[in-house]
């Protein structure tokens, strides 16, 4: 019988990378894992066990953990996954299966990993191409902006009435977009953090420079409490995966300017 968990990791990435793959090796349940885009339609959900060195060994000590497994020294904490349907381009505007996909995040996982198909070897749908004819970049930048856009709609759709209420009925701006956030699971720390991160705290929301104020703050939010953790997949693929990933690393360090 599994352990119970409160960490919550959703796997996400387009259609067809190894998603079901990587979630029926991390918690030994029989899922549907086919060659082809969509799959997954309903989300599979279960518990897998991240490994550490137990505290039992330094101490000297036999423990008896109630939450999660001590064997031989090896803490085994339990967490779970969800595996969700494969997210195409423009999702956040209802393609593939669009909001259905998201919202299935809005169970709210606070750390996400992104299963990326490292080989190049099916196009943005999922679709199966030439292995290297497909650059992993794109996929990496495309998911980020599509949870992004999900979440910029979410804050602009009213937006008129969010600065009546900040700006005019001087409601705090914390509370206004915590009320609109909560739900992703997202903190008020981490909605002020984004705030001054930006020098958004000071600048009356009728002032914020339409589009690029909103998917800035977005963008940062989203950074703060949905930390994405990448997972190369399909290593073992003909021709050279590596060199694909030596290029597109490269680029992506350039493109989140980590190196001039
Ligand atoms: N060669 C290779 N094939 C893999 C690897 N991981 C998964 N696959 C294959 O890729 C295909 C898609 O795997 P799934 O796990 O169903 O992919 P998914 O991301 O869950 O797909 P959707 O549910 O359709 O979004 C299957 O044929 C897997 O056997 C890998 O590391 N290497
Ligand atoms: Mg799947």
């Given at each position: 019988?599994?352990?119970q968990s409160h960490?919550?990791?959703?796997?996400?990435?387009?259609?067809?990378v190894?998603?079901s793959t990587?979630?029926a090796?991390a918690?030994?349940i029989?899922?549907?894992i086919?060659?082809?885009?969509?799959?997954?339609?309903?989300?599979?959900?279960?518990i897998?066990y991240?490994?550490i060195?137990?505290?039992?060994?330094?101490?000297?000590?036999?423990?008896n953990?109630?939450?999660?497994?001590?064997?031989?020294?090896n803490?085994?904490?339990?967490?779970e996954?969800?595996?969700v349907a494969?997210l195409v381009p423009?999702?956040?505007q209802g393609?593939g299966?669009?909001?259905?996909f998201l919202d299935?995040?809005?169970?709210?996982p606070?750390?996400?990993?992104?299963?990326?198909?490292?080989a190049?070897?099916?196009?943005?749908?999922g679709?199966?191409v030439?292995?290297?004819?497909?650059?992993?970049l794109v996929?990496i930048e495309?998911?980020?902006?599509?949870?992004t856009m999900?979440?910029v709609q979410m804050l602009?759709?009213?937006?008129?009435k969010?600065?009546?209420?900040?700006d005019?009925a001087?409601?705090p701006i914390?509370?206004?977009?915590?009320d609109r956030f909560s739900g992703?699971?997202?903190t008020?720390?981490?909605?002020?953090?984004?705030?001054t991160k930006?020098?958004l705290?000071?600048?009356?929301l009728?002032k914020?420079?339409g589009d690029?104020?909103i998917?800035?703050f977005v963008s940062?939010l989203r950074?703060l409490s949905?930390?994405m953790?990448i997972?190369?997949?399909?290593?073992?693929?003909?021709?050279k995966?590596?060199?694909?990933i030596r290029?597109?690393?490269?680029?992506l360090?350039?493109?989140?300017?980590?190196?001039?």
């Amino acid at each position: 019988m599994p352990l119970q968990s409160h960490v919550q990791i959703g796997i996400v990435g387009k259609p067809n990378v190894g998603k079901s793959t990587f979630f029926a090796a991390a918690t030994m349940i029989d899922v549907k894992i086919a060659p082809y885009p969509f799959t997954t339609i309903e989300p599979n959900v279960g518990i897998g066990y991240v490994r550490i060195p137990c505290v039992c060994r330094d101490l000297g000590v036999k423990d008896n953990p109630r939450n999660s497994i001590c064997i031989e020294g090896n803490r085994f904490i339990p967490v779970e996954l969800i595996d969700v349907a494969g997210l195409v381009p423009g999702a956040w505007q209802g393609r593939g299966l669009g909001n259905q996909f998201l919202d299935h995040l809005r169970r709210a996982p606070p750390v996400l990993i992104h299963v990326v198909d490292m080989a190049g070897a099916t196009d943005e749908e999922g679709r199966l191409v030439k292995p290297g004819s497909h650059d992993p970049l794109v996929d990496i930048e495309f998911l980020s902006n599509e949870v992004t856009m999900w979440m910029v709609q979410m804050l602009s759709k009213d937006w008129d009435k969010l600065v009546r209420l900040v700006d005019y009925a001087k409601k705090p701006i914390l509370d206004v977009l915590y009320d609109r956030f909560s739900g992703l699971g997202i903190t008020q720390a981490q909605i002020s953090d984004a705030l001054t991160k930006l020098s958004l705290d000071k600048k009356p929301l009728s002032k914020w420079g339409g589009d690029d104020d909103i998917k800035g703050f977005v963008s940062m939010l989203r950074e703060l409490s949905k930390p994405m953790v990448i997972a190369a997949n399909k290593m073992d693929i003909p021709p050279k995966p590596r060199i694909i990933i030596r290029g597109s690393l490269r680029r992506l360090v350039v493109s989140i300017g980590l190196f001039p």
